[in-house]
């Protein structure tokens, strides 16, 4: 019987031992990746915050803005290609003021096929009668003064162009002297070398109201409103 008891305490002891054995094997496999797993998610979130820096660092400093280019100064300048006509265009303006007849006729073409609209109304037609208008009438002449404003030249290809302006002229006609101002467009072919005037059209820059359509007509100025003392 002593036997058996003792028998059955050592059988006892020994799974006891073989128990805790196993318990203390089985904890110490769980706790190792329990404190390796900390270790390495660590590691990533530092890795992963320096990354961050390394791109904030990237993203927040902004390269510096250039330097804005320094705007170009505005001048006056002729359309290109237009050197020839603004020859042109002067040599009949100095025509007028001088009341040279020959200078004037010569910036006009040459044809029966040239057409002027003239400031008072008329049409004249073809270069001889263009020529005769002007012997008739600058032998009256002195004193020209013919002013020039809101120049404007367009290039119609190589071989034409359409010149604007605004004038102003004051001359003694016959002993009288007059003024006048109105607004004068030029059409310019090139014939041959030479720049030619081939149709003018001026008309007064404050026409006769009873040449002007009642629709047409620029509307009178509001009187100011007159305020109460």
């Known amino acids: 019987m002593r036997k058996s008891l ?6 006892v002891l020994a799974i006891a031992s073989t128990v805790a054995v ?3 094997a089985n904890s110490s496999q769980t706790v190792r990746p329990r ?14 915050q320096n990354s961050a820096d390394v ?29 020839g006509v603004v020859a042109a265009f002067n040599a009949l303006l100095n025509g007028i003021r001088h009341a040279d007849v020959k200078a004037v006729s010569n910036v006009y ?16 037609r073809g270069w001889d009668q263009m020529r005769k208008n002007r012997e008739s009438s ?9 002013d020039v404003r809101d120049l404007s030249i367009t290039m119609l290809g190589r ?8 004038w102003t002229q004051s001359q003694t006609y016959k002993g009288t002297p007059e003024t006048a101002s109105g607004r004068m467009t030029l059409v310019f072919k090139r014939v041959g070398k030479d720049w030619k005037a081939i149709h ?7 026409p006769d109201p009873s040449r002007v359509l009642p629709s047409e007509q620029a509307p009178a100025a509001s009187p100011s409103p007159t305020m109460n003392p």
């Open 6 to 11: 003792l028998i059955s305490s050592v059988l």
């Open 55 to 83: 791109q904030q660092s990237t993203t927040t400093h902004p390269a510096a803005a250039p330097t804005a280019a320094a705007k170009p100064k505005v001048a006056a300048t002729e359309a290109p290609g237009s050197e």
């Open 159 to 166: 071989d034409a162009a359409l010149v604007s302006c605004l």
């Open 109 to 124: 073409w040459n044809s029966p096929r040239l057409i002027l609209f003239n400031n008072n109304g008329t049409v004249t």
């Open 35 to 48: 404190t390796a797993a900390p270790t390495n998610t660590n590691r990533s979130a530092t890795d992963s």
């Open 22 to 24: 196993a318990q203390n």
């Open 200 to 206: 003018l059209h001026t008309s007064p820059d404050r």
């Open 138 to 146: 600058y032998k009256d002449l002195k004193d020209v003064k013919l």
